[in-house]
């Protein structure tokens, strides 16, 4: 499928209007109309006073908003915009609705559709869900690919030591052993990239498979590192929170299935045993807040007990015995004995990556059955870093990402054969 008869006739017809351009914004929405006036105005200024000599265009993305999202945008332009693509000296407004049954996918590859056709060199992704947005932050995403060439750039935060949980204890050091290149934020909202890695992720086949619903940033991120891309992370300040209705579990499910899918659709790389090599960090590569804050250590200890026993015969079919016998011991332990180690996380985490990737069960529920066991480690997290300062949590961070490299040649072996012995 071309990419123009992907989009919608009405979003042609405004890219064709705009020609060519040097730097494209991409706004994506879906029911933030109480938070997209300040990240429009935030893009608008940022361009006007760090790229204003560029031929530039902000493109808004919304997802089918039943709120008034794509109104509000258009009220807070400053641009004075009528009908959504009138320029104001180089500097132009055009938007498109890709409908609420769309995935992320379809958003994402829509962005990397009008950048191709606008022949965009420097493009930066925001979303329109933050509830701040520092103009500094798109600068800081569009300069390493406009002024130093790389192809894509990761953001950094500064989070506290409680959020991003997920990030730090799976997708990052699992990546991390695998693709030999520490890049933290894997699957961010605010990311930028070059007009040639847009052209070369939209030649990729993996639009057509279902499983990049979950996962189209991870997999772009992923797709930059391991095809000969220049990739580098940079700094952009405290996490603002976003505004979602999607529910925690449902981002644990997402965020799982779609990492899961993504190693499979790379594999062809990180199976030859790709040696570490650095990634530029722009700034700080972590910063952590360590305030008090109170968490319910109890109910997920329950949940995870709860989860543990009642998917015994699911977690039989994914995990190794040992590993099923070790989760099960720990489950029954009081919470200052039912640490979950490091090694034992690797080990777990890896064992589900192989038994997605060979199907051992439907992959829905083997990713449903991840979600307690996650909360074990959580629990386990919050427990033994409730007073430990930023280095010691660092640390325990990198001990972590070892244990995943230290493993790394028994999750081949088990990637590359369904189980002992079979082929």
Known sequence: MSEESFLSDDFVRQLMSVGEVDVLVAIRSRNDRKTIGNVVRSAEDCLQRRFGRQR????HVDAGSRDGTPQAAREASQLGIANGYESLRTLRWIRTDTGSSAGEEHVLRTVLSAAELL???SCAVVSASLESLDPAWIDSLLGPVHREHFDFVAPLYERHKFDG????NLLYPFSRALFGKAMRE??????AFSGRLASHTLARPEWQNEGI???????MALTAMSHGFRCCQTYLGPKPRASSSAGVVDVIRQSVSGFFWCLESTDSYWLKGIPQDEIKTIGPDHQLNTEAVRVDRKK???MYRSGVEELSQILCAILDPETHA??????ALDEPSSQMSNSLWARVSLEFAAAYHHSVLHRDHLVQAFVPVYRGRV??????????SAEAIEADLEDLCNEFARQKTFFIERWSTKGKGET
Not at 56 to 59: E, M, N, P, S, T
Not at 186 to 191: G, I, K, S
């Open 186 to 191: 894997l699957r961010a909202t605010e990311f």
């Open 56 to 59: 530039a265009v902000l493109v």
């Open 165 to 168: 949980l997920l990030t730090r």
């Open 300 to 302: 997920l200890l329950q």
């Open 119 to 121: 022949h965009a060199k």
């Open 379 to 388: 629990c386990s997290f919050l427990s033994q870093h409730r007073s430990d």
């Open 213 to 219: 619903r979950a996962g189209g940033e991870m997999w």
């Open 326 to 331: 070790e989760l099960k011991r720990l489950a």
